[in-house]
Nanobody, 124 residues
Framework: QVQLVESGGGLVQTGGSLRLSCAASGRTFSNYPMTWFRQAPGKEREFVASINWSGSSTYYADSVKGRFTISRDNAKNTVYLQMNSLKPEDTAVYYC?????????????????WGQGTQVTVSS
């Protein structure tokens, strides 16, 4: 059974940092892109950051560019999201997702596997 399990969320003050992890099990995703999305209360799920299979190519939403960094360790079948300079508007449930395709995508419907999410709350 394929599972994506996020961890690392929590409560942090404005300007603080968190590092999210997403560990995959049940199959390897080392050949496929991995992506982080987030969903704030009352809002639609939105794209945050994506990374290609090797880690050589990344793509970020404008709202997080320069503050968040996505990375991966294929040996551990894990993807990370380092979040710095956090703002209250970053408060959301963060999900990792994997798609059995190639190329980076921001489209939710193109993703085949999702984690259960981890809550990030940034206090002002």
């Amino acid at each position: 059974q394929v599972q994506l399990v996020e961890s690392g969320g929590g409560l942090v003050q404005t300007g603080g940092s968190l590092r999210l992890s997403c560990a995959a099990s049940g199959r390897t995703f080392s050949n496929y892109p991995m992506t982080w999305f987030r969903q704030a209360p009352g809002k639609e799920r939105e794209f945050v950051a994506s990374i290609n299979w090797s880690g050589s190519s990344t793509y970020y939403a404008d709202s997080v560019k320069g503050r968040f960094t996505i990375s991966r360790d294929n040996a551990k079948n894990t993807v990370y999201l380092q979040m710095n300079s956090l703002k209250p508007e970053d408060t959301a449930v963060y999900y990792c997702a994997a798609r059995l395709g190639y190329g980076l995508s921001t489209r939710l419907h193109e993703y085949d596997y999702w984690g259960q999410g981890t809550q990030v709350t940034v206090s002002s």
